[in-house]
């Protein structure tokens, strides 16, 4: 049985920082490209960056030089470091892996960045 947990998430000030984390089982961890999506209020799914399974990062401009994706093949899971949180990064975050044309999804976790 597939599953993406993920964890970390919670209400942060303006500026600060969160580090999210996604513990992947019942599929081959190391050989998937991880990502991390995430969902505002009224808006689309967007790609926030991508950690390849050849040790490539890539990243979605809006969080360039904020956001820091790595990945544990040992222990099968995924981060998202953010620091200088803006409010406008308000959204539900999404673990997401790929293969080969198959996609699997996590349940999400929210952050929320207010004063």
């Known amino acids: 049985q597939v599953q993406l947990v993920e964890s970390g998430g919670g209400l942060v000030q303006p500026g600060g920082s969160l580090n999210l984390s996604c513990l992947a089982s019942g599929f081959t961890f190391s050989i998937y490209t991880m990502s991390w999506y995430r969902q505002g209020p009224g808006k689309e799914r967007e790609l926030v960056a991508a950690f390849t399974s050849t040790g490539s990062a890539n990243y979605r401009d809006f969080v360039k030089n904020r956001f820091t994706i790595s990945r544990d093949n040992a222990k099968n899971t995924v981060y998202l470091q953010m620091n200088s949180l803006k409010p406008e990064d308000t959204a539900a975050y999404y673990c997401?892996?790929?293969?080969?044309?198959?996609?699997?999804w996590g349940q999400g976790t929210q952050v929320t960045v207010s004063s």
């Open positions: 997401s892996a790929f293969f080969s044309g198959i996609r699997y």
